[in-house]
Structures are given as C-alpha cells and as structure tokens.
C-alpha cells in the first residue's frame, strides 16, 4: 500500500488508512429521529478505532459555517459530535478536540458558542481548534499548494462531521467541501477565486479523514446558510468521502458526476462515486425517498445575480439579502473577483468597489446589503 507523502506515517496512522481502504465502496445509512443512537449504531458497526493506539490524537470536525443552530438546517448537529466523543472515551481514547474555521468574517468562537459545541467541549473537557487562529503547513499536490490547518495535520485520526445540505454554488456540501474548514480564510477566497471544485478535490488528496459520518437529520437542501430546514431523518457514514458525497447528491436529487468536485475526486483517486457498485448496509429502514425540495425564492433570488468567483460570504450573504426583499423589480447585482478593476451598475462587496452602485465590505452582512437595495429599489 502506498501511503500519501503529507499523511503521517507512523503505525497509528498507517493502521488507520489501511481500515480505512478495506472499507471503501461501503456505506452505512442510519434512519431515525435521534442523532445520539444513530451515530453510536454506526460506529458500533464500522469501529473506527481499530488500529489505533490508544494515545491517538484524534480531530472531530464539524460543519459550523455560521453561528446558527443546527435546527437552521445549516450546521452539525452537537448530539452527533457527542455521540462520537464518548464512544472514544468509553473505549479509552481521551486525546481528542474539535476542530473548525466559521465562514469568512464570521467568527469561529461565536459558532462554537451559538452552535452549542463550547458547552459540548467544556462538558467532557476537551479543546476547541479555531483555524482562524492556527499555524499552517503548506502541502501540495499535482502542482497545486495549499495553506492547511497545522493542528488537522498533527493528528492521528480526523473524523469528518459534515452537514448534508444545499449549496448556493456547487448545489452540494457534505464531506469533501467540508475540509475547506481545515484552511485559512486567505485560502478560502483563493478557492473561489480558481473556481471552488478543483482546489477542494486537491484538498482532499492532501489530507484525507479517517471516517466521515454525515449529517442528514434536518437540513436545509437549497442554501448553505440554512433557513428553510426539511427534516430528511438520515445519516450517511464511510471511509470513502467520495461515495459518502455521492449519496449526499442523490438525496438532494443531483447526480454524483454533475457536481464538479465530487467527480474531480474520484479522477484523481479519492475514492469512488459508484453508487451502483457500492455496498450499501441501512439501519432502521431502507432509506429515504431521494428528493430536492428547492427553494422557489432561493432559485428567484439567485436568477438576480451575475457571480464570478465570488466566495461563499458574499454570494450567499446576498442571497439572503435578495429573498428577504422578495419582488426585486429590475434588480440585477453583481458580485465576486472576477469583476476587480471592472465598471458596472450594481455590486455587492469591495471587488466590485469601481461600479456605480457599490455595497461595500469583505463581505458585507445580509442586513446591510438588504437595507441598501432597499434604498436603491426606492430610487428607481
């Protein structure tokens, strides 16, 4: 077996990827109303420890985008967190910590605090990682380099706690987008910058999670932000990210293939996203119905905008701000990189500060593009 270079290689580790491999092209899909059970049933069957010593150091790492609780459909639910940290502790691994990085110009320490992982942490005394606020370790693959997390790549063993949820941009967020938290905020907007799908497959060659266990109880299937939460009753767990995410498409009603990054990954060898060769174990039922339920205002408020590498916080802050005012009349915003330097009539964010209109900030905050469109929309 051939190892990644940026992976640590001592036994814990090397044990870990090794399970990890023999388990790839399974899935296990819990049903139910009750995040705890689910996730102890899953990792009662996948036994995510198996070879790792006991001194293991050992990263969880939800999706906490922004402050909001989990009932928003927009972040981890902490039952699932919890769940996994006492089924380490109960089998003696105590070396653990949460780690994550919020949204651009949000703070992390504030999403710990909203989203319920603070009391979670002080409750069973481990540690809270702000990205934000790490060192970083350059990596690199295929002639790409990429700013990562120093404390994600000390650890023996990250367990990936995504959301399944929607995606103003790539349609889909779950377990390979869900590492775009283990970077900077400097990295963050250099992504969308490239265009978000192939730097975050990259990503994932760089550093690679030992388990994810995703997240579908009650999510929001059209916005990143959450606000329109639909109760799914799921939860998707396996090694491979890739067949992880694949699921994670067609339970949003998307195929694996159409969104860029899940198939980038699976061409450079991250896993598969064979849902029809895959093994499939259901727990509690036979799984949901695959559906997506867009948003009519999400998909309206969206048709107003003409993005170029614009980075989540911007586009999605806009969003909001765009389907809170309903009827937009002759509207049309601008937004993103791609349009530094250019003139224009409407922009929303500092790149787009040489147009007639501009809303200005890095990004700026939907209440405050809300209120300037509102006054625009009385001028014309």
Known sequence: MCISPFMKTHETCYNAVRRGERLMGKLYVANGDDPRHMTRRLLELIQPEAGLEKSALIGLKPNLVVAKSHQSGATTNPAVCEAVIEYFFERGYTNLFIIESAWLAVSTKDAFRVCGYEALAKRHGIELVDVKKDEYITREYGGLKIDISKRALEA?????????????????????????????????????????????????????????????????????????????????????????????????????????????????????????????????????????????????????????????????????????????????????????????????????SGFDFCIKGCPPGADMILEELEKLRGDI
């Open 156 to 352: 023996d063993c990250i367990i990936n706690l995504p959301l399944i949820k929607g995606h103003c941009q790539t349609h889909v967020t779950c377990a390979l987008k869900n590492l775009k938290g283990l970077i900077p905020d400097r990295e963050k907007r250099r992504f969308h910058a490239m265009g978000l799908h192939k730097p975050i497959a990259y990503l994932n060659k760089m550093i690679r999670p030992a388990l994810t266990i995703a997240d579908g109880i009650c999510t929001d299937s059209g916005f990143e932000e959450g606000g329109n939460p639909v109760r799914r009753n799921t939860m998707v767990a396996g090694t491979d990210s890739v067949l992880v995410d694949a699921y994670a498409a067609a339970l949003l009603g998307y195929s694996a293939r159409s969104i860029g990054y899940i198939k980038i990954a699976e061409e450079i060898g991250v896993g598969s996203a064979d849902m029809d060769g895959a093994d499939i174990g259901y727990i509690g039922g036979t799984g949901p119905a695959v559906q997506h339920t867009r948003s009519v205002a999400l998909e309206a408020a969206k048709a107003r905008i003409d993005a170029r590498e614009a980075c989540s916080a911007c586009y999605g802050n806009l969003v909001s701000a765009l389907i809170q005012m309903g009827d937009c009349g002759n509207i049309s915003v601008c937004v993103g990189q791609g349009f530094k330097g250019e003139h224009g009539g409407i922009g929303c964010g500092n790149c787009t």
